[in-house]
């Protein structure tokens, strides 16, 4: 697993770049930190097919996630949004961009951004 540091914080936004061999697939990740939110890219080639937005809120324990960009019975972005955003209490942005969205692969998926989370905390 492989990271890289992709810029400081200028402006308030911190870019991180990070991959990891998961399986038998090589996944590629790029994170921006906005001042209250987090986008997070996922995928092995440069595509934008899908964008979810997640947000945690006051009236629910679950965070409310709504898909922008792409087909909205693909719920992977969104899915992955919401537990990024019970995790971390900021808006989160994922474009989910890989053709596998089996369950456990997805766990793995979020734990290599958990992991990187806790590595460095302040990218995210």
């Known amino acids: 697993m492989e990271a890289a540091g992709g810029g400081g914080a200028a402006g308030g936004i911190a ?9 038998e697939q090589r996944v590629h990740f790029h994170a921006m930190r906005l001042r209250d939110s987090l986008f997070l890219w996922v995928g092995a080639a440069p595509a934008l ?6 947000m945690c809120s006051p009236r629910d324990s679950i965070p409310v996630a709504a898909s922008l960009l792409g087909d909205p019975s693909d ?10 955003a019970s995790k ?9 961009n890989l053709q596998n969205t089996d369950s ?17 905390p302040e990218k995210f």
């Open 15 to 23: 870019l991180h770049d990070f991959s990891g061999q998961l399986g």
């Open 49 to 54: 097919a899908s964008l979810a937005v997640a």
């Open 75 to 84: 719920t992977a972005s969104s899915c992955l949004a919401q537990r990024l």
């Open 88 to 96: 971390t209490k900021k808006q989160i942005f994922v474009s989910y």
């Open 104 to 120: 456990n692969f997805t766990l793995l998926i979020e734990n290599r951004i958990k992991e990187e989370m806790m590595a460095f």
